[in-house]
């Protein structure tokens, strides 16, 4: 089966830095990449769609010069959380389609900032 | 995307089926339903997707009136690693580019 597979599975930094969630597909061709963000006992929340080789599409409340997304091939995307703040501290969670079978999700990556 | 709504919480017991309904009233023609699984700190694994009637496979079955106005995923028997977040999700299926809209879950908890 499709997947996923996210790195790193968690991350400490200190405010003020950047950190990259890297995100690929292992083993088929992922036209687009969507990234999620979960706070604790809540539910999943779209941040963004990333198509290869185009700039990704936001979701309303989302900065795009604070998540920084690159989708350079077909089974990498990333996103870098730049100027990172407590506040951003979250479970981040990629996931990548081929089109023809269910979306298929990473295991996500634990951001915390201190 | 249509809107679904599901029990915020659900509590069982081993051994025991355990039907979690979804509500989808204003699902549309093209859209197909599908049940995300998801553990604390893991991502979320996809269970099962349907389109109407019935559909079954190792893990559960889900089922579809003929209205599709709703959907009831069924796990059988169910074991204490059977406790994590349940999430339906209607739209699209496997077309390019389309997104999951999470809603709020389902937390099913299994004691023994």
């Known amino acids: 089966g499709a997947v996923v597979s996210q790195h790193p599975s968690w991350v400490i930094c200190k405010s003020g830095t950047s950190v990259k969630i890297e995100c690929r597909s292992l083993?088929?061709?992922?036209?687009?990449m969507f990234w999620y963000r979960q706070f604790p006992k809540q539910s999943l929340m779209l941040m963004a769609t990333s198509n290869e080789g185009s700039k990704a599409t936001y979701e309303q409340g989302v900065e795009k010069d604070k998540f920084l997304i690159n989708h350079a091939s077909l089974t990498l995307s990333t996103l870098t959380v730049t100027s990172a703040h407590p506040e951003d501290s979250s479970f981040y969670i990629c996931?990548?389609?081929?089109?023809?079978?269910?979306?298929?999700f990473g295991n996500g990556t634990r951001l915390t900032v201190t | 995307l249509a809107k679904t709504t599901q029990p915020i919480s659900m509590d069982s017991y081993e051994g025991q089926e355990v039907n979690i309904t979804c509500s989808h009233n204003?699902?549309?023609?093209?859209?197909?339903i599908t049940w995300y699984q998801q553990f604390p700190s893991q991502g979320p694994r996809f269970i099962i997707q349907g389109y109407k009637t019935k559909v079954t496979n190792e893990v559960a079955s889900l089922f579809i009136p003929a209205d599709r106005k709703s959907s009831t995923l069924s796990l059988p028997r169910v074991s204490l690693s059977d406790t994590a977040v349940y999430y339906c999700l209607v739209g699209a299926a496997n077309q390019a580019g389309t997104a999951l809209i999470f809603g709020k879950g389902t937390t099913l908890s299994v004691s023994s």
């Open positions: 996931s990548a389609e081929d089109g023809n079978s269910p979306l298929h």
């Open positions: 083993d088929f061709q992922a036209t687009t």
């Open positions: 204003n699902i549309a023609t093209n859209d197909y």
